[in-house]
Protein backbone atom coordinates (compact mmCIF):
# COMPACT_ATOMS: atom_id res chain seq x y z
CA UNK A 1 0.00 0.00 0.00
CA UNK A 2 2.75 2.14 0.91
CA UNK A 3 4.50 1.50 -2.41
CA UNK A 4 1.29 2.38 -4.11
CA UNK A 5 0.54 5.53 -1.99
CA UNK A 6 4.05 6.77 -3.42
CA UNK A 7 3.39 5.99 -6.64
CA UNK A 8 0.44 8.33 -6.34
CA UNK A 9 2.19 10.80 -5.12
CA UNK A 10 4.89 11.12 -7.56
CA UNK A 11 2.29 11.32 -10.26
CA UNK A 12 0.38 14.09 -8.49
CA UNK A 13 3.95 15.99 -8.26
CA UNK A 14 4.73 15.64 -11.85
CA UNK A 15 1.42 16.13 -13.74
CA UNK A 16 1.30 19.52 -13.65
CA UNK A 17 4.88 19.48 -15.19
CA UNK A 18 5.84 21.34 -11.60
CA UNK A 19 8.40 18.68 -10.45
CA UNK A 20 10.52 15.72 -11.90
CA UNK A 21 11.76 12.52 -10.23
CA UNK A 22 15.96 12.90 -9.54
CA UNK A 23 17.92 9.86 -9.25
CA UNK A 24 20.10 11.71 -6.42
CA UNK A 25 18.28 12.58 -3.54
CA UNK A 26 21.16 15.29 -2.68
CA UNK A 27 20.66 17.28 -5.71
CA UNK A 28 16.50 17.48 -4.82
CA UNK A 29 15.19 20.34 -3.85
CA UNK A 30 12.58 18.52 -2.48
CA UNK A 31 12.56 15.51 -0.75
CA UNK A 32 9.41 13.01 0.52
CA UNK A 33 9.99 9.82 2.95
CA UNK A 34 7.13 8.02 2.64
CA UNK A 35 6.75 6.20 6.05
CA UNK A 36 5.46 3.06 7.56
CA UNK A 37 4.11 2.46 11.33
CA UNK A 38 3.94 -1.04 11.32
CA UNK A 39 7.30 -1.75 13.36
CA UNK A 40 9.81 0.18 15.33
CA UNK A 41 12.31 -0.91 13.01
CA UNK A 42 11.07 1.11 9.76
CA UNK A 43 10.40 3.88 12.01
CA UNK A 44 13.73 4.67 13.42
CA UNK A 45 15.09 3.84 9.92
CA UNK A 46 13.34 6.78 8.20
CA UNK A 47 13.87 8.83 11.38
CA UNK A 48 17.73 8.35 10.65
CA UNK A 49 17.35 9.06 6.95
CA UNK A 50 15.55 12.04 7.54
CA UNK A 51 17.98 13.31 10.08
CA UNK A 52 20.92 12.60 7.98
CA UNK A 53 19.81 14.45 5.11
CA UNK A 54 19.01 17.82 7.63
CA UNK A 55 22.51 17.20 9.02
CA UNK A 56 23.78 17.68 5.09
CA UNK A 57 21.20 20.78 4.02
CA UNK A 58 22.22 22.60 7.38
CA UNK A 59 25.78 22.44 6.31
CA UNK A 60 25.44 23.46 3.16
CA UNK A 61 23.43 26.08 4.04
CA UNK A 62 20.37 24.57 1.62
CA UNK A 63 17.04 24.92 1.19
CA UNK A 64 16.06 21.63 0.57
CA UNK A 65 12.23 20.84 1.88
CA UNK A 66 11.83 18.09 3.83
CA UNK A 67 8.64 16.25 3.80
CA UNK A 68 7.62 13.07 5.67
CA UNK A 69 4.00 11.31 4.69
CA UNK A 70 2.48 8.44 5.74
CA UNK A 71 1.40 7.04 8.77
CA UNK A 72 4.41 7.66 11.47
CA UNK A 73 2.97 11.49 11.18
CA UNK A 74 -0.94 9.68 11.77
CA UNK A 75 0.02 7.83 14.30
CA UNK A 76 2.07 10.42 16.22
CA UNK A 77 -0.03 13.47 15.49
CA UNK A 78 1.05 16.29 17.31
CA UNK A 79 3.77 14.99 18.80
CA UNK A 80 5.74 15.12 15.94
CA UNK A 81 5.67 18.38 15.33
CA UNK A 82 7.97 19.00 18.84
CA UNK A 83 10.35 15.76 18.09
CA UNK A 84 11.10 16.73 14.79
CA UNK A 85 11.06 20.72 13.95
CA UNK A 86 13.32 20.41 11.18
CA UNK A 87 10.50 18.61 8.75
CA UNK A 88 9.09 21.04 7.07
CA UNK A 89 5.77 19.55 5.91
CA UNK A 90 4.32 16.58 7.48
CA UNK A 91 1.07 14.96 5.72
CA UNK A 92 -0.61 11.63 6.92
CA UNK A 93 -1.84 8.69 4.63
CA UNK A 94 -5.21 10.15 4.16
CA UNK A 95 -4.52 13.78 2.86
CA UNK A 96 -1.35 13.45 0.35
CA UNK A 97 -3.75 14.08 -2.85
CA UNK A 98 -3.22 18.25 -1.31
CA UNK A 99 0.15 17.80 -1.49
CA UNK A 100 1.22 19.98 -4.54
CA UNK A 101 -0.98 22.81 -3.49
CA UNK A 102 0.82 22.20 0.60
CA UNK A 103 4.14 22.89 -1.41
CA UNK A 104 3.71 25.75 -3.04
CA UNK A 105 3.01 27.08 0.84
CA UNK A 106 5.68 25.85 2.99
CA UNK A 107 7.70 28.07 5.00
CA UNK A 108 10.25 28.07 7.87
CA UNK A 109 7.38 26.53 10.16
CA UNK A 110 6.68 22.61 10.31
CA UNK A 111 3.31 22.08 9.38
CA UNK A 112 0.78 19.16 10.02
CA UNK A 113 -2.25 17.82 7.78
CA UNK A 114 -3.86 14.73 8.57
CA UNK A 115 -7.52 13.59 8.18
CA UNK A 116 -8.91 10.58 10.04
CA UNK A 117 -10.18 9.06 6.43
CA UNK A 118 -9.22 9.03 3.29
CA UNK A 119 -11.80 10.53 0.38
CA UNK A 120 -12.57 7.29 -1.64
CA UNK A 121 -13.66 9.47 -4.36
CA UNK A 122 -10.47 10.56 -5.56
CA UNK A 123 -8.92 8.91 -8.78
CA UNK A 124 -5.55 9.71 -9.73
CA UNK A 125 -5.24 11.08 -13.00
CA UNK A 126 -1.24 9.89 -13.40
CA UNK A 127 0.63 7.31 -11.26
CA UNK A 128 4.06 7.22 -11.95
CA UNK A 129 4.30 3.75 -11.87
CA UNK A 130 7.79 1.78 -10.40
CA UNK A 131 6.68 -1.99 -10.44
CA UNK A 132 8.33 -3.98 -13.64
CA UNK A 133 4.67 -5.72 -14.77
CA UNK A 134 2.20 -5.15 -12.19
CA UNK A 135 0.33 -2.22 -11.50
CA UNK A 136 -1.12 -1.48 -8.27
CA UNK A 137 -4.80 -1.20 -7.66
CA UNK A 138 -6.10 0.10 -4.48
CA UNK A 139 -9.51 -1.37 -4.01
CA UNK A 140 -10.03 -0.16 -0.41
CA UNK A 141 -8.35 1.99 2.63
CA UNK A 142 -8.24 1.68 6.28
CA UNK A 143 -9.26 -1.05 8.56
CA UNK A 144 -12.21 -2.25 11.02
CA UNK A 145 -10.19 -5.75 12.37
CA UNK A 146 -8.78 -3.76 15.04
CA UNK A 147 -5.99 -6.80 15.25
CA UNK A 148 -4.66 -5.94 18.62
CA UNK A 149 -1.23 -5.40 17.90
CA UNK A 150 -2.06 -3.43 15.13
CA UNK A 151 -1.34 -0.07 14.31
CA UNK A 152 -3.50 0.36 10.79
CA UNK A 153 -6.42 1.06 11.76
CA UNK A 154 -5.06 4.24 14.09
CA UNK A 155 -3.09 5.29 10.95
CA UNK A 156 -4.99 4.61 8.46
CA UNK A 157 -9.14 4.87 9.20
CA UNK A 158 -11.57 2.93 9.41
CA UNK A 159 -12.66 0.53 6.36
CA UNK A 160 -13.65 2.26 2.99
CA UNK A 161 -14.09 0.48 -0.35
CA UNK A 162 -13.62 2.64 -3.39
CA UNK A 163 -16.66 2.71 -5.81
CA UNK A 164 -16.12 0.44 -8.40
CA UNK A 165 -16.66 2.65 -11.26
CA UNK A 166 -13.28 4.30 -9.67
CA UNK A 167 -11.21 1.29 -9.82
CA UNK A 168 -12.49 0.14 -13.42
CA UNK A 169 -11.15 3.99 -14.41
CA UNK A 170 -7.72 3.24 -13.10
CA UNK A 171 -7.69 0.14 -14.54
CA UNK A 172 -8.89 1.20 -18.15
CA UNK A 173 -5.90 3.93 -17.38
CA UNK A 174 -3.36 0.30 -17.77
CA UNK A 175 -4.63 -0.09 -21.24
CA UNK A 176 -2.08 0.12 -24.43
CA UNK A 177 0.77 0.14 -21.20
CA UNK A 178 3.06 -2.96 -20.07
CA UNK A 179 1.04 -3.13 -17.27
CA UNK A 180 -1.50 -6.43 -18.54
CA UNK A 181 -1.08 -8.02 -14.36
CA UNK A 182 -2.92 -5.88 -11.62
CA UNK A 183 -2.40 -6.21 -8.36
CA UNK A 184 -5.69 -5.34 -6.07
CA UNK A 185 -4.83 -3.56 -2.75
CA UNK A 186 -6.68 -3.38 0.61
CA UNK A 187 -6.30 -4.36 4.43
CA UNK A 188 -8.64 -6.83 4.40
CA UNK A 189 -10.01 -7.18 0.43
CA UNK A 190 -11.99 -10.14 1.36
CA UNK A 191 -14.85 -7.27 2.86
CA UNK A 192 -14.36 -5.04 -0.48
CA UNK A 193 -17.61 -3.56 -1.20
CA UNK A 194 -19.20 -3.85 2.54
CA UNK A 195 -21.07 -0.66 4.01
CA UNK A 196 -21.06 0.54 -0.16
CA UNK A 197 -22.94 -1.98 -1.87
CA UNK A 198 -25.93 -4.15 -0.91
CA UNK A 199 -25.20 -6.63 -3.47
CA UNK A 200 -21.72 -6.58 -4.62
CA UNK A 201 -18.65 -8.44 -3.08
CA UNK A 202 -15.14 -8.91 -3.61
CA UNK A 203 -15.90 -12.01 -6.11
CA UNK A 204 -17.63 -9.88 -7.92
CA UNK A 205 -15.31 -7.74 -8.87
CA UNK A 206 -12.93 -9.98 -9.42
CA UNK A 207 -15.37 -11.77 -12.01
CA UNK A 208 -16.07 -8.29 -13.93
CA UNK A 209 -12.37 -7.22 -14.03
CA UNK A 210 -11.72 -10.84 -15.44
CA UNK A 211 -13.57 -9.95 -18.54
CA UNK A 212 -11.31 -7.03 -19.44
CA UNK A 213 -9.07 -8.11 -22.40
CA UNK A 214 -6.44 -6.03 -21.83
CA UNK A 215 -5.74 -7.60 -18.13
CA UNK A 216 -4.36 -11.18 -17.88
CA UNK A 217 -3.36 -11.53 -14.26
CA UNK A 218 -5.12 -10.84 -11.22
CA UNK A 219 -3.52 -10.65 -7.80
CA UNK A 220 -4.63 -9.14 -4.29
CA UNK A 221 -3.23 -8.53 -1.61
CA UNK A 222 -4.25 -9.24 1.85
CA UNK A 223 -7.40 -11.55 2.67
CA UNK A 224 -7.87 -12.10 6.15
CA UNK A 225 -9.32 -15.60 6.99
CA UNK A 226 -12.27 -14.63 9.20
CA UNK A 227 -13.78 -13.16 5.53
CA UNK A 228 -12.64 -16.09 3.20
CA UNK A 229 -16.24 -17.69 1.77
CA UNK A 230 -16.86 -20.48 -0.37
CA UNK A 231 -18.12 -18.37 -2.84
CA UNK A 232 -14.65 -16.47 -3.00
CA UNK A 233 -12.86 -19.78 -3.26
CA UNK A 234 -14.74 -20.84 -6.05
CA UNK A 235 -14.70 -17.89 -7.81
CA UNK A 236 -10.77 -17.99 -7.78
CA UNK A 237 -10.78 -21.82 -8.25
CA UNK A 238 -12.88 -20.65 -12.05
CA UNK A 239 -11.27 -17.81 -12.71
CA UNK A 240 -8.28 -18.53 -14.90
CA UNK A 241 -6.76 -14.92 -14.46
CA UNK A 242 -6.24 -15.04 -10.95
CA UNK A 243 -2.42 -15.48 -9.52
CA UNK A 244 -2.77 -18.76 -7.77
CA UNK A 245 -0.20 -17.39 -4.62
CA UNK A 246 -2.68 -16.47 -2.19
CA UNK A 247 -1.47 -14.64 1.20
CA UNK A 248 -3.35 -15.75 3.86
CA UNK A 249 -1.94 -14.47 6.87
CA UNK A 250 -2.22 -16.91 10.11
CA UNK A 251 -0.25 -14.89 12.62
CA UNK A 252 -0.30 -17.55 15.09
CA UNK A 253 -1.08 -21.38 15.13
CA UNK A 254 -2.07 -21.27 18.94
CA UNK A 255 -5.77 -20.27 19.85
CA UNK A 256 -5.36 -18.54 22.80
CA UNK A 257 -2.58 -16.28 21.27
CA UNK A 258 -5.07 -15.89 18.19
CA UNK A 259 -8.17 -14.55 20.50
CA UNK A 260 -5.54 -12.10 22.29
CA UNK A 261 -4.58 -10.96 18.53
CA UNK A 262 -8.44 -10.19 18.24
CA UNK A 263 -8.05 -11.99 15.07
CA UNK A 264 -11.58 -13.97 14.88
CA UNK A 265 -11.02 -17.01 14.01
CA UNK A 266 -9.11 -20.23 15.40
CA UNK A 267 -6.43 -22.64 14.08
CA UNK A 268 -8.77 -25.39 13.14
CA UNK A 269 -11.10 -22.88 11.32
CA UNK A 270 -8.07 -21.52 9.36
CA UNK A 271 -6.84 -24.76 8.86
CA UNK A 272 -10.48 -26.22 7.56
CA UNK A 273 -9.96 -22.79 4.95
CA UNK A 274 -6.91 -23.96 3.78
CA UNK A 275 -7.87 -27.44 2.84
CA UNK A 276 -10.95 -25.98 1.42
CA UNK A 277 -9.14 -23.73 -1.05
CA UNK A 278 -6.54 -26.39 -1.69
CA UNK A 279 -9.51 -28.80 -3.06
CA UNK A 280 -10.60 -25.88 -5.29
CA UNK A 281 -7.57 -24.67 -6.35
CA UNK A 282 -5.11 -27.45 -5.96
CA UNK A 283 -2.38 -25.77 -7.87
CA UNK A 284 -2.43 -22.53 -5.00
CA UNK A 285 0.54 -21.42 -3.75
CA UNK A 286 -0.66 -20.57 -0.01
CA UNK A 287 1.44 -18.09 1.67
CA UNK A 288 1.10 -16.33 5.16
CA UNK A 289 2.11 -14.26 7.64
CA UNK A 290 3.48 -15.15 11.43
CA UNK A 291 4.34 -13.54 14.63
CA UNK A 292 6.08 -14.79 17.62
CA UNK A 293 6.66 -13.48 21.00
CA UNK A 294 3.29 -11.94 20.94
CA UNK A 295 2.61 -10.64 24.87
CA UNK A 296 2.43 -13.57 27.04
CA UNK A 297 3.03 -16.24 24.96
CA UNK A 298 4.31 -19.53 26.31
CA UNK A 299 6.85 -21.82 25.01
CA UNK A 300 4.55 -23.97 24.35
CA UNK A 301 2.17 -21.29 22.25
CA UNK A 302 4.91 -20.27 20.33
CA UNK A 303 5.59 -24.17 19.38
CA UNK A 304 1.84 -24.36 18.12
CA UNK A 305 2.98 -21.68 15.46
CA UNK A 306 6.05 -24.07 14.39
CA UNK A 307 3.83 -27.03 13.67
CA UNK A 308 1.16 -25.25 12.12
CA UNK A 309 4.20 -24.62 9.65
CA UNK A 310 5.39 -28.12 9.42
CA UNK A 311 1.54 -29.16 8.68
CA UNK A 312 0.21 -26.70 6.14
CA UNK A 313 3.33 -26.40 3.79
CA UNK A 314 3.44 -22.96 3.39
CA UNK A 315 4.61 -21.98 -0.59
CA UNK A 316 6.14 -18.65 1.69
CA UNK A 317 6.11 -17.52 5.45
CA UNK A 318 6.55 -13.93 6.28
CA UNK A 319 7.55 -13.82 9.84
CA UNK A 320 8.24 -11.41 12.90
CA UNK A 321 9.27 -11.00 16.22
CA UNK A 322 6.33 -8.71 17.71
CA UNK A 323 6.79 -4.83 17.55
CA UNK A 324 4.72 -3.31 20.24
CA UNK A 325 3.22 -0.24 19.08
CA UNK A 326 2.00 2.62 21.17
CA UNK A 327 -1.97 2.85 21.45
CA UNK A 328 -2.51 -0.56 20.72
CA UNK A 329 -4.31 -2.98 22.87
CA UNK A 330 -1.29 -5.52 22.71
CA UNK A 331 1.22 -2.66 23.47
CA UNK A 332 -0.37 -2.32 26.91
CA UNK A 333 -1.07 -5.76 27.86
CA UNK A 334 1.05 -7.71 30.76
CA UNK A 335 4.14 -10.35 30.18
CA UNK A 336 5.45 -8.59 27.35
CA UNK A 337 8.54 -10.66 25.98
CA UNK A 338 12.07 -9.90 25.97
CA UNK A 339 13.68 -9.01 22.92
CA UNK A 340 16.39 -11.99 23.30
CA UNK A 341 13.57 -14.28 23.61
CA UNK A 342 11.62 -12.78 20.21
CA UNK A 343 14.68 -13.27 18.50
CA UNK A 344 15.33 -16.66 19.50
CA UNK A 345 11.69 -17.58 18.52
CA UNK A 346 12.09 -15.43 15.40
CA UNK A 347 15.33 -17.34 14.48
CA UNK A 348 13.69 -21.14 15.25
CA UNK A 349 10.63 -20.14 13.51
CA UNK A 350 12.82 -19.38 10.67
CA UNK A 351 14.83 -22.54 10.80
CA UNK A 352 11.52 -24.66 10.35
CA UNK A 353 10.41 -22.24 7.72
CA UNK A 354 13.54 -23.32 5.66
CA UNK A 355 13.04 -27.21 6.48
CA UNK A 356 9.15 -27.06 6.10
CA UNK A 357 7.55 -24.16 3.63
CA UNK A 358 8.61 -23.59 0.15
CA UNK A 359 8.08 -27.03 -0.40
CA UNK A 360 5.34 -26.49 -3.33
CA UNK A 361 7.28 -25.37 -6.69
CA UNK A 362 5.80 -22.77 -8.66
S1 LIG B 1 -6.63 -6.93 9.40
FE1 LIG B 1 -5.60 -6.71 11.38
S2 LIG B 1 -3.40 -6.86 10.83
FE2 LIG B 1 -4.50 -6.39 8.93
S3 LIG B 1 -4.47 -4.16 8.78
FE3 LIG B 1 -6.38 -4.70 9.80
S4 LIG B 1 -5.94 -4.55 11.99
FE4 LIG B 1 -3.97 -4.65 10.90
Redesign the pocket.
Known sequence: MNKSDSEIIAGLLTEEGLYSELADPNLADILIFNSCAIRENAENRVFNRMQEFNHKRKKKSSNQIIVLAGCIPQYEKENILKKYPFINLIIGPNTFEFLPQLLSQVNSQSALHLAEKKNTNFVSKTILRTSNDQAWIPIMYG?D???SY?I??YTRGREASRKKEDIFKEIEQLKDTKYSKIMLLG??VNSYGKNLYDNYDFADLITDIQKLDHIRTIDFL?S?PKDMTSKLILTLANNSKVGREIHF?LQAGDDEILKAMNRHYTYAQYKALVEEIRKHIPNAYISTDLIVGFPGETEEQFQNSIKAVKELSFYRVISSAYSPRKGTVAASMPNQIDKEEKHRRLLLLQGTISKFAFAQKK
Open positions: CNFCCVPQNTHP
